[in-house]
């Protein structure tokens, strides 16, 4: 049977298989999708701070940049040096549909640029800042700005452990896509926050406790830091792996 794949605008990945499996795979999808001139396979897990994967080449141009549209936005980004993926496009339209037109949004672990750009082109009224680590992914979010002409989109690169405090107040509504590490960041959503914000952070864990257990870690994180904690919805993103499952979480933070 087929196996999975990513397609990334003129870019594929495939899954490891054997050599000949992948090669197969590889001409298919170069015959059956125009737009992909490059097919890639996975060579290992996301890791490390920056939640980069080793990928193969396999078959068709020799090339890693990839350039990807969604939502009316065109991303680029070297696969080998800077985290993307396309199955967190619904999360980033359905966010996009609640942003009301002249909010102040602040995305946390900002990647290449997506949530933030795709928010900023919908709706130019926005003020959106991001802060993202990995330096590479932080030059292609500038690109990305550049190439998605839009103007209301400012970033920092460094830690958000170190950064928040520039942005102190800034929020109506942060964006927290750092599945691995967000719920160390919670006082940093915070910081970013104003009296009134939306959080949007996303987790992982076992899919049966991942809700509660996040839920619990926000409202000791409101209770000892004095401030109430209203949870607006949660929904899985998507099987992570075997045992783990990716959710999301929207809370309001209230403050007097
Ligand atoms: C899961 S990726 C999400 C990227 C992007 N938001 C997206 O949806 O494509 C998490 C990003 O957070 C960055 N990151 C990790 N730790 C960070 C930190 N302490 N401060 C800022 N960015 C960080 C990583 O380099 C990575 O680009």
């Avoid at 969604?70 to 966010?95: A, G, P, Q």
């Amino acid at each position: 049977m087929a196996r999975g794949y990513d397609l990334l605008g003129n870019i594929a990945i495939i899954e490891e298989e054997s050599r000949a499996k992948e090669r197969a795979r590889a001409r298919e999808l170069l015959a059956t999708h125009r737009q992909v001139s490059t097919v890639l396979a996975k060579a290992g897990a996301v890791t490390g701070i920056y939640r980069i994967r080793k990928v193969r080449y396999v078959a068709g141009e020799r090339n890693y940049t990839a350039d990807y549209r969604e939502n009316n936005c065109l991303f680029r980004f070297d696969v080998r040096k800077t985290f993307f993926s396309n199955r967190l496009s619904f999360e980033r339209t359905r966010i996009l549909g609640l942003v009301k037109p002249r909010e102040r949004v602040m995305v946390l672990f900002a990647g290449v640029g997506p949530f933030a750009i795709e928010i900023a082109k919908s709706h130019p009224k926005t003020t959106v800042r991001c802060i993202e680590l990995n330096r590479n992914a932080y030059n292609y979010l500038l690109d990305n700005v550049r190439l998605n002409k839009v103007h209301n989109v400012t970033a920092q690169c460094g830690s958000v452990k170190r950064l928040s405090g520039d942005n102190e107040g800034f929020a109506d509504r942060v964006v927290m896509p750092m599945p691995k590490t967000s719920l160390s960041f919670l006082d940093d959503a915070l910081r970013v926050s104003k009296k009134k914000s939306v959080v949007h952070i996303y987790t992982f864990g076992p899919a049966e406790s991942v809700v509660g257990d996040t839920k619990m870690a926000i409202r000791e994180h409101a209770k000892r830091n004095g401030y109430k904690v209203r949870f607006l919805l949660d929904r899985v993103v998507r099987p992570y792996s075997a045992r783990e499952t990716e959710i999301v979480l929207d809370y309001a933070i209230i403050r007097k």
